[in-house]
Structures are given as structure tokens and as C-alpha cells.
């Protein structure tokens, strides 16, 4: 009989983190909860940085809890979104709070380095979509107006791993996170120095890259108290759709994965890069996944408009949960208007109904009013926008998916997973929730020789995780006609077009 095992999965997503205990007793993991926090990022010294002390307190408090229970804790991981980092000194210190992705100056650096090297250089050296939200674009940025700050920086670490040294002291990056910084050769699976010596990004500061599940030491002795006592720090797929991936349970060889929550990541799981004019055209991404595998993917803005639309009624006196949100938008006809999701208009915070208002009317369609029509239309779009990519994806791989499978948060939203079956006409299988956390845990259980693999990963994860499955047009209320797909399609098609035209490939600059 295999004695139980318990690890720690802190998961923190751009919106909110957890921390969770995941128990194994050899058969299934079992996650609890131990403490919730909100994470937002705030105006600092003129940019947008995320709080990295207010989430460490949060942090410190939930291993706190654990340290308190019964049930001895073996190791501890970090997952977080991608593309951001930190700057430590060289006593180990952080320079200052790191900047977060949604800051506008990533977009006037992009613009640079399309002017300086070119879409095409920007691709083919990474394998990488062009985002104005990658790491690299930031370095530039800090480059030109905030030379200060890498003039007091000994060594870079990309989000996650500023938790793990946090947690261990440790001074490396984990790969799956590196790999959505937009200064890694995917192919080459090194830093891309040439293009970042092109680019003016000085490159002693890149740190030494780490597979995930590589045990970096022991907790600080002031963290390793009480059930933490003797517990290893083990770095998971960092980047939170990385671990998500490797939580997901696939029906089918060769299906889609979707890791839905305040971003969508839609792609395919393949053995290597694929670095092409086919990718390139449709800018989709390598990125790194776990167990020696890509992740071919494109990242579409999720849910996260949904999430400033309900701040935003909120705020006005309409305080609606997102099941809610979810019966309003169910209540309206489909796809009477549609959005680029991933047009930049809607990357900042702000007031996110007016903004779908008011490119509806900037576009000639009409202009969405109610909590209702205006969740429809964003719900809607992000099912196409999904579309869009397993159709690039299809293309790029010359196979065609026989379903998909969402993990995360968003699997949770019923309307968003029919019309994702309906606008693909694929089966979408949806479940675990949690599935960031769990394989975030389950990485950690194989470094301890507690899980062989990730084939045993996913059927331990299926064995105990329930899955919904939506069938296209199952639901009738909520549902139109393929043909009406196909034409909204082509809408988003134009909207796209003309959004980039004279910028990027047809596929245009889209944005985790």
C-alpha cells in the first residue's frame, strides 16, 4: 500500500491566486484549499506593476495555514501567468515591483522593434507569437526609458521563479516560463542572444533555464516550520497553462486543449517546435510544455472582458454573479455583433462596455445595450476567436482535431462551452476546474517518484475528475445555425484584417 503524500500548488492567476494542499493516496489527488486572495496590479511610479509583496503576504499566510495542519507537506511549487519578470540585485534583491503585461509600453516598444528587425526576424529567431505583452518588449522598453533599473539588476527571473527564490533562495528560470517571454529560441531550446543583442537588451542578465520539476533546494528555514518542516521546493510547469495542460484529461489523441480563465489558450500538444510560414502567418506561438513536449498555441483574450464588464455594472449598481451574466446573455439572440477579443482596445482595465459599444458602432453593426446583448456579443466572439485558431492549428499541423477539451475556470461557463462545440462543430469536453493547481501538484509528484509520468498524471486526474461534454447544437435555445457561424467567421475575419492592416501577417498582432 503506497503511503499517502501531500505537496503544496500555489496557483496564482492574473486576476486572483490560491493556495491549495493536493493529497495522493495512490489512487487520486485530492485539493483543498487553504487561502484565496485577490491580485490586481496598481499605478506605481507611472507604470502598472503587479503588488509582489502584497501576493508573498498572501502567499506566506496560506503556507502558514498548511504548516498548521496535520498532514506533513513534501514540496511546494509556484505556478503563474506568463511573459512577466522580475529584476533581483545582486544581493538578491528585487529592484523594485515587476511591471505587468497590461502596461501600454509594451505596445510602443513592439512597434520599435518592428521598425529595427521585422516581423519575420521577431518570429523565425523564437518561434514565438508577436505580442506586445512579451517579456522582450518590456526589456526594450526598460531599455530606452528606464535604464536605471537594469543598471541595478544582476539577474532576471520571469514571475514565477521570483516566488521560487522567494521560497529557496534559488537564482534560475523554469522553461515552460521562459518560453512565453518572446527571447527564447524555441528550436534551439537557448536564450535567443542574437535577436536580444539586435534589440539592445543586454543579455548577462539572463539566468540559467531549468526543466520543470527540477528540485532548486529546500524552503528557507524561516518558511519550513511545522508540517513545512523538511519540505523541497520543486518548481512545476511555471506557466500556468502549462501545468493546466498537463492536468487535462483528453478524450481523444490529437484534441484541442482550451486553459479558459482571464485569458484563453487554444492549441495542440505536439513532440516538437514548428517554426514555418504557416505558423508565422498565423502567428501562433511555441510554447514549452512538460515532459519533454510543445505547446502550439494562440492566446486569445478570455474571460477577462466579461470580468471589467461585471466590475463595471458593478460599480453603477448592477452587482451580478457570472451565472448571472451568463442567463443574460443566454436570454439574447447570437451573434448579432462581433469583436476582435484580442483587439488591443480591450487589453487595459477600464470601462469594458462602452468599449464593446463603441466598436460595435466604430464597425457598422449594431450596438449591444444590456448586461444581456452586450455578454452575448463578448461570449459569442471569444467562441469564435476559438474557432479562428483550431482552424489555424488544423492547418499548421495538416490534421484535424476530433475535439477539444477545456480546462480552468472557464470550463465552469456552460453558454461559452456550447458555443465553442457549436462554433467548431467539435465535441468540447470540460473539467477539472482546478486543473492549473493539480498539475502544478502532480509535476511535484513525479520529481518525489510518487507519479511515473504524464500518462499516469492525466488518469489519475480523469479517474477523479468529473467531465461535462457539450455535443454541437445540443442546445437549441442557445444555438444558431452553422451557417450563421461560418458568416460570423468571415466577420471577424475583416475586423481582423483591418485592424492590421500595414502592421503584421494576416493573423495580426494578437495578444496571454
Excluded at 511573459?83 to 503585461?101: E, F, K, N, Q, T
Excluded at 477523479?464 to 444555438?479: E, V
Aim: net charge negative.
Amino acid at each position: 500500500m503506497r503511503t499517502p503524500i501531500t505537496v503544496a500548488a500555489v496557483d496564482l492567476g492574473a486576476e486572483s491566486g490560491r493556495v491549495t494542499a493536493v493529497h495522493y493516496d495512490g489512487e487520486q489527488l485530492e485539493l483543498s484549499i487553504t487561502g484565496r486572495f485577490a491580485n490586481q496590479p496598481r499605478m506605481s511610479d507611472g507604470l502598472l506593476r503587479w503588488d509582489f509583496d502584497g501576493l508573498w503576504t498572501s502567499i506566506r499566510a496560506g503556507l502558514g495555514a498548511l504548516a498548521r495542519q496535520s498532514r506533513q507537506i513534501a514540496s511546494v511549487g509556484v505556478d503563474t501567468w506568463g511573459v512577466d519578470y522580475g529584476l533581483l540585485d545582486a544581493a538578491g534583491s528585487r529592484v523594485d515591483d515587476p511591471v505587468c503585461y497590461r502596461d501600454e509600453r509594451g505596445r510602443r516598444s513592439l512597434d520599435r522593434a518592428l521598425a529595427q528587425v521585422g516581423a519575420e526576424r521577431l518570429y523565425d529567431a523564437t518561434g514565438v507569437q508577436i505580442l506586445s505583452i512579451n517579456a522582450v518588449f518590456g526589456l526594450m522598453a526598460d531599455v530606452a526609458d528606464r535604464p536605471e533599473r537594469l543598471r541595478a539588476a544582476s539577474k532576471l527571473l520571469m514571475m514565477p521563479d521570483l516566488f521560487h527564490h522567494a521560497l529557496s533562495g534559488a537564482q534560475v528560470s523554469e522553461y515552460t516560463a521562459v518560453s512565453t517571454s518572446g527571447a527564447y529560441d524555441m528550436t534551439r531550446n537557448r536564450w535567443a542572444t542574437e535577436l536580444l543583442d539586435e534589440l539592445g537588451i543586454p543579455t548577462a542578465l539572463l539566468p540559467e533555464v531549468v526543466d520543470p520539476g527540477t528540485d532548486v533546494g529546500p524552503l528557507l528555514p524561516e518558511l519550513a516550520t511545522g508540517a513545512l518542516t523538511g519540505a523541497r521546493v520543486i518548481v512545476p510547469p511555471g506557466h500556468d497553462t502549462a501545468s493546466a495542460v498537463v492536468a487535462t484529461p483528453f478524450v481523444d489523441p490529437g484534441a484541442v486543449f482550451i486553459s479558459s480563465g482571464t485569458w484563453s489558450l487554444v492549441g495542440m500538444e505536439i513532440p516538437r517546435a514548428v517554426v514555418s510560414e504557416q505558423t508565422r502567418a498565423a502567428n501562433l506561438t511555441n510554447e514549452g510544455g512538460y515532459g519533454d513536449t510543445i505547446r502550439l498555441l494562440r492566446n486569445v483574450m478570455g474571460l477577462w472582458i466579461l470580468q471589467q464588464c461585471r466590475r463595471q455594472w458593478a460599480s453603477g449598481g448592477t452587482d451580478l454573479d457570472y451565472a448571472q451574466i451568463a442567463d443574460a446573455a443566454a436570454a439574447v439572440p447570437g451573434l448579432r455583433s462581433v469583436i476582435d477579443p484580442d483587439d488591443p482596445v480591450f487589453l487595459a482595465p477600464g470601462d469594458m462596455p462602452t468599449r464593446v459599444r463603441e466598436y460595435c458602432a466604430a464597425t457598422g453593426q449594431p450596438v449591444p445595450q444590456s448586461v444581456g446583448e452586450i455578454a452575448r456579443c463578448v461570449v459569442d466572439s471569444l467562441a469564435l476567436g476559438y474557432r479562428a485558431v483550431v482552424d489555424d492549428l488544423a492547418i499548421a499541423t495538416g490534421s484535424t482535431p476530433p475535439s477539444i477539451s477545456i480546462v480552468g475556470g472557464g470550463s465552469n461557463h456552460r453558454l461559452l462551452s456550447q458555443l465553442t462545440a457549436d462554433a467548431t462543430g467539435l465535441p468540447v469536453h470540460c473539467g477539472p476546474v482546478e486543473g492549473t493547481a493539480l498539475g502544478n501538484a502532480a509535476a511535484q509528484l513525479v520529481s518525489l517518484g510518487e507519479l511515473d509520468d504524464v500518462r499516469q498524471i492525466r488518469q489519475v486526474i480523469a479517474a477523479g475528475s468529473p467531465i461535462t461534454t457539450y455535443l454541437p447544437f445540443a442546445d437549441r435555445t442557445n444555438s444558431v445555425q452553422s451557417s450563421d457561424w461560418a458568416d460570423a467567421l468571415g466577420r471577424l475575419h475583416r475586423l481582423q484584417r483591418h485592424e492590421n492592416s500595414g502592421r503584421l501577417s494576416p493573423a495580426g498582432d494578437r495578444t496571454p
